[in-house]
């Protein structure tokens, strides 16, 4: 348990986080590349221009996160929970983010070139302020009637986690 910690210009390069918990921490100009972190908890932290390709958090939670100015591309991403976290400028890349739950995140300059996103939860997100979302991977991820998608951009006759 590191809860509360200051990870501010840390080097974590490669590090196993694995099931570690990080809630209320601060990444703040830290270098997580290539880390791993499955069933690792980030709830509630902050990352602020954190170091973060190629890393693997499949099944780690940065709920009601702060995640600022962020290259995540080329991670692997898979069932991440961002509920509830602020991203803004960050980069996914090419990066998995099947499963991932998005919903009522605030996503501004968010980049989803070449992300995988089937089954990606966007419920109640605004994604007009996201960049390079294709409408192939809105038609495979999954939203609502509150889903507010970029110009250009349209919803699914059916999103696929209706329930």
Do not use: H
């Not at 080329?74 to 961002?82: C, D, H, I, Y």
């Not at 919903?103 to 070139?113: C, E, K």
């Not at 966007?122 to 991820?141: C, G, K, N, P, Y």
């Amino acid at each position: 348990n590191l809860d509360n910690s200051n990870f501010t210009d840390a080097s974590l390069v490669k590090a196993d986080l694995t099931r570690a918990s990080f809630i209320q921490s601060n990444f703040s100009g830290a270098d997580l590349t290539k880390v791993v972190g499955y069933r690792t908890k980030f709830n509630g932290a902050i990352f602020s221009k954190t170091r973060m390709t190629k890393s693997e958090f499949s099944l780690a939670s940065f709920e009601g996160a702060e995640i600022s100015n962020i290259d995540w591309s080329r991670s692997e991403l898979g069932r991440v929970n961002f509920r509830a976290a602020q991203l803004t400028e960050v980069s996914f890349e090419y990066s998995n983010l099947s499963r991932a739950n998005f919903n009522d995140a605030r996503l501004t300059g968010v980049a989803f070139s070449g992300a995988y996103t089937f089954l990606t939860r966007f419920e109640d997100v605004d994604l007009r302020m996201t960049s390079e979302l294709s409408q192939a991977q809105i038609d495979i991820a999954c939203g609502n009637e509150k889903t507010q998608l970029p110009q250009g951009l349209a919803k699914p006759a059916s999103w696929l986690c209706l329930e």
